[in-house]
């Protein structure tokens, strides 16, 4: 709950829990759809598919180090 002394727009980027906890549950729907994998490596390019489809790493971020009102001088 420490990040909620911060400005909103600090709390979007330390507040991430979200977006890791519904990667886990694509993670868990996808090899509970496939059942049987032939190795480890195709265990691991599934999973980094799966993470590659996400949008939330492109989400936009402000610009902190510019902003005096979050960080004056």
Do not use: C
């Not at 980094?48 to 979050?70: E, Q, W, Y």
């Amino acid at each position: 709950m420490t990040y909620l002394n911060y400005a909103p727009e600090i709390q979007a980027m330390i507040y991430t829990i979200n977006w890791i906890e519904r990667l886990n549950r694509d993670f868990r729907r996808v090899t509970r759809m496939r059942t049987a994998m032939p190795n480890e490596e195709s265990v691991l390019t599934l999973m980094g598919s799966v993470a590659m489809d996400h949008k939330a790493f492109d989400r936009a971020l402000p610009n902190i180090t510019v902003d005096k009102k979050l960080f004056p001088d």
